[in-house]
């Protein structure tokens, strides 16, 4: 099997096409199929024909390799962007990858060492034992003995990052043609821009292993590890670090662990999270599953260090006043039963100045103008919200939560989205990559079935100062 990914933009195009073509003829079929089918049949089929295009896009996907299976990983995990059938095929990118061949291997140690990788290590496998989006890895040892796990950059990578995501957002426009799977192009638009830039970041293993050594110096959290660099063996696509044992989430879960045990990684997880927003004032922006790894000591790696993000102490002070006042109002349902704000002043006389505080923030975080007054806020933009802010804030609203039973992501509703368009001013920087790492963490958890201990002290006004600091 030839798994040489294209480099030509003529060869790229035609992989894009070929899947295009592909998926126009599934779409068509289904929209004739489903004239004749009743409404429980039609809600089947819509879910088949949703994860029938995903394995489509994902197929393409992996065949180009680099910046495209990239764009595959974040897109699985953009709950408001894209159906959950699409995601699920998509998520296959975060390790189910067909690897390089041997010789673009070697190709990359000659031009980045100036000899092979066999000479380089005292021992190196050539064949990869996981295989990624921007690179794949392989295992090593030095002279000493020591394990490594040492990551490969695919080549030509960084010179295919803009056409990648001008030739898929044109994919993704053409799939959204006559459908409702697909966002607006605006949205689109904005999405695709992002990934390019967080793309841009991932690029450079140097940068990577800078991280790697900053979360390696200053993590104080027991139970987590941090893989170390290997600086002697390391470049710019090449990235050599200390190899760590252990499973990922899908194959830890087929050993069928206890719920102590479910609990014990759940509980690792929540803190890891928070104690990179709340102590470390840095984030691991990539929380997929494929940057985890179940440690058979109970231990838990983490790995991949290709896209952090500072968070400011202004950010973390401001979601945490907000968040601790919609709590402190009773705005939260903990019912687990959909939307269920609550701004009645009779009922909870002390929301006043809990949504006062609210008003504040969002002002503060950049959500909304000062000009929209307190009133408004509470009447209009918190309804129309109420919905996300259930989903963000249920497993605050008890000691412990089980996250058996988290409820789904929220559908969009039109009207409330029109609200919010009409209300909101835009958001925070550092509010797009906490979002998406909080959203991580969430399905990771709901995976895992864990019951978590959420006591969180960065919701305490008391301890506010003492978990928020800058980076």
Known sequence: MNNTPPTSKLSRSAISGLALAHAGINHVGHKARQLTRDEQQQAAAKDQHEAELGRILFKALNQLKGTALKISQLLSMEANFLPEGIRRE??????????????????????????????????????????????????????????????????????????????????????????????????????????EHKLGEELDYEHEAAQLRWFGERVRLPGIVIPAVVASHSSQRVLSMQKLDGLHLDQWLTTNPSQAQRDHYGQLLFDWFWHSVCDLGRLHADPHPGNFLFMADGQLGVIDFGCTKSISTGFCTSMAKAWRGLLDAGAVSNSFSGSSLNTDKNTNPNSAASFAAVHQAYIELGLIRPELSLHDCETLLLPAAAALIDWQLEPFTVQQFDFKNKTPYPAPDTDHGKTLVKLALGYHEDMPYFDRAYMGMMHMLYKIGAVVDTSNPWLNADTESRYCRSA
């Open 90 to 195: 998509l998520a296959k990118g975060c390790y189910q990858v067909t690897p390089l061949n041997r010789a673009l291997v070697h190709k990359v140690f000659t031009r980045e060492f100036g000899q092979a990788p066999e000479h380089l290590f005292a021992h190196f496998d050539p064949v990869s034992f996981a295989a990624a989006s921007l690179g794949q890895v392989h295992h090593a040892s030095l002279a000493d003995g020591q394990a490594l796990a040492v990551k490969v950059q695919y080549p030509g990578i960084a010179a295919s990052v803009s056409s990648d995501i001008r030739m898929l957002s044109g994919l993704l426009h053409t799939m959204a043609f006559g459908s409702d799977l697909v966002p607006r192009k605006e949205l689109l638009d904005s999405i695709m821009s992002e990934l």
